[in-house]
């Protein structure tokens, strides 16, 4: 129940094009979905988050799209660049007790071709 | 400091061996938090530390690890008597009191040979 399932594991995408990642929990206590980005040799940084409260959630290029009944949520990268290759994870947590630290998702790996 | 900062980037040590991992936290920063990143994994939770609190240990995976968090400030992972399995990059993230925005270090990579 403290699982959070990514797909797809990795993702080739044409410059310009969209890309698209999902993923899916079971624990309905959890109420945070972050996005992070990881280049090569670094740690992973916050790309955009949401709560459950709200379907969508936009910043610049990404996007997150939540559905709440169908505890899913997803990240799109509009216009894609090839500076957007990187490791995409998603993650989830709640507020207290054993959700109160971020549950990772396993990563898509993104290159997108110029 | 601006960053969460961590050391040493790269520790090759032999199997049996004793390994300690620092970590410095975003001064500030209440909560402290270890992951491990084995290759084409995602990030598994170790340890999560929260102010004065008894720390969450529910990810450590086995008892030759080990954390502990000075002053509310560094973290230390110390690992014993390594073996090849715990070869991973060893992530320490910190975040606000109640702010889920965490921000990690770099990583420190341990390779055991």
């Known amino acids: 129940q403290q699982q959070v399932k990514q797909s797809p594991q990795s993702l080739i995408v044409q410059k310009g094009g969209i890309s698209i990642i999902n993923c899916a929990y079971e624990?309905?206590?959890?109420?945070?979905f972050p996005w992070y980005q990881q280049f090569p040799g670094k740690g992973p940084a916050l790309l955009i988050a949401?709560?459950?409260?709200?379907s969508e959630k936009k910043e610049g290029r990404f996007t997150i799209s939540f559905n709440k009944s169908a505890k899913q949520f997803s990240l799109h990268i509009m216009d894609s660049q090839p500076g957007d290759s990187a490791t995409y994870f998603c993650?989830?947590?709640?507020?207290?007790?054993?959700?109160?630290?971020?549950?990772f998702g396993t990563g898509t790996l993104l290159a997108v071709q110029p | 400091g601006a960053g969460v900062s961590q050391s040493p980037s790269n520790k090759v040590t032999e199997k049996g061996k004793d390994v300690e991992l620092r970590c410095d936290p975003i001064?500030?920063?209440?909560?402290l938090y270890w992951y491990r990143q084995s290759l084409g994994q995602g990030l598994e939770f170790l340890i999560y530390?929260?102010?004065?609190?008894?720390?969450?240990k529910s990810g450590l995976p086995s008892d030759r690890f080990s954390a502990e968090r000075t002053g509310g400030s560094v973290s230390t992972l110390t690992i014993q008597r390594t073996q090849q399995e715990d070869s991973a990059v060893y992530l320490c993230?910190?975040?606000?009191?109640?702010?889920?925005?965490?921000?990690f270090g770099s990583g420190t990579r341990l390779t055991v040979v």
């Open positions: 993230a910190s975040s606000l009191q109640g702010n889920y925005g965490y921000t």
């Open positions: 624990n309905t206590a959890f109420d945070y």
């Open positions: 949401i709560r459950p409260d709200v």
């Open positions: 993650a989830a947590s709640g507020y207290g007790g054993a959700t109160n630290k971020l549950i």
């Open positions: 001064s500030g920063h209440t909560a």
């Open positions: 530390f929260q102010g004065n609190s008894a720390p969450d």
